[in-house]
């Protein structure tokens, strides 16, 4: 009796943990497969939208000679006289075009800066589309009651807060992949994710729409390349050399269609989690791992500073579309 027992006992460990190890085998290869899938798509995706033949039609390339309105590759430089934005609107209005906005505000973040930002997009970002913001922020309570067109609904998540101002910022490319993952896929047909300590002033409408869309920074869009303050520790995954690289872009804005979005931010991620396996940290936290991912996944749109400009008076710009707002740090930041 005692002997058949412990044989039943050690079938039921056996099977336990069978069953254990192809669950784990079984949820690995899941993840994986998501992931090719995704990849799959995106190699499937990649231009459609914004095939040269559709370009010719509503982009004015040579409405400049002092501005730079096309790169190497072809991808048009956004600058006011390069496009109508009636025509423009009415193209993504009869599409049904859905738009995602994601901003963060955690810790003081959210007092000094959301209501500015959320307030000034009402007015001036994608105006007469349908628009969903998606608010991320460590205290939900915080966030400012907005007075909203119909087109236009406010989702708030709560994130966690990251004790170094470093890691807030970095870890936006996981929640934002997440999020894509999740519920962004299924309800918008482009998305873009902004800082929150910037304020729009004039129109940031749908010529901005692409599949893969960077902003061009504002400090460096007449600069040498060999000024731009790409990573240069071969150490680090965003390690870009000498003499590489087309632009200097800005993490503050960066958009595209939501698959896309998942493939930056979840190719950031990895590099972020990959420098900190090996304690490094790139200069410029997730800017570096964007300006690495811009390098060899190029862009199909770029935003000139027009759509995202300092606080120095603009004199090579006509349009300024957003602004950044003072940068407080000392009063802002924990570290
Ligand atoms: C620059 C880039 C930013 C990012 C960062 C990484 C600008 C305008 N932006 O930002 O895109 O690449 O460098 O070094 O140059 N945040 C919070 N709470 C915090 C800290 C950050 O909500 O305590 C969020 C918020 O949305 C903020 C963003 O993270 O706009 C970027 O952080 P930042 O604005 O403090 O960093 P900054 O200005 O150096």
Request: overall charge positive; some cysteine.
């Amino acid at each position: 009796m005692q002997v058949r027992f412990d044989i039943n006992k050690q079938m039921v460990f056996v099977a336990l943990l069978v069953m254990a190890v192809l669950s784990v085998v079984y949820m690995s290869y899941h993840t994986r497969l998501t992931t090719q899938l995704v990849k799959k798509k995106l190699q499937f995706e990649w231009r459609k939208n914004d095939a040269k033949s559709d370009l010719l039609r509503w982009f004015n390339s040579s409405a400049f000679t002092d501005k730079q309105t096309l790169t190497s590759w072809d991808a048009p430089i956004m600058w006011d006289g390069t496009f109508d934005p009636v025509e423009r609107d009415e193209f993504y209005r009869k599409k049904k075009t859905v738009i995602g906005l994601t901003v963060f505000a955690i810790g003081r973040y959210i007092d000094r800066y959301l209501k500015d930002f959320l307030e000034s997009a009402e007015q001036h970002f994608m105006k007469g589309q349908r628009v969903i913001y998606y608010v991320m922020v460590d205290i939900t309570s915080k966030v400012p009651t907005l007075k909203q067109s119909p087109e236009r609904n406010m989702i708030v998540i709560q994130v966690p807060k990251q004790s170094r101002w470093q890691d807030i910022s970095m870890m936006r490319m996981q929640q934002i992949s997440d999020l894509i993952q999740d519920r962004i896929r299924f309800e918008v047909t482009y998305l873009f994710c902004f800082d929150v300590d910037q304020f729009f002033v004039g129109r940031f409408g749908t010529e901005a729409l692409a599949d893969s869309v960077a902003q061009i920074h504002s400090a460096f869009f007449t600069a040498n390349r060999n000024r731009f303050t790409y990573e240069r520790s071969p150490n680090s995954a965003a390690f870009i050399a000498p003499e590489e690289g087309d632009f200097y872009y800005h993490a503050a804005i960066f958009g595209g269609t939501p698959d896309l979005v998942f493939n930056l931010t979840r190719t950031c991620m990895e590099g972020i989690i990959r420098d900190k396996s090996k304690k490094v940290e790139a200069i410029w936290h997730d800017e570096s791992h964007l300006n690495h991912y811009f390098l060899k996944h190029k862009p199909s749109k770029l935003l000139s500073p027009e759509y995202c400009w300092d606080q120095r008076p603009a004199k090579y710009i006509r349009y300024v579309r957003l602004k950044w707002l003072p940068k407080d740090y000392k009063k802002l930041r924990d570290n």
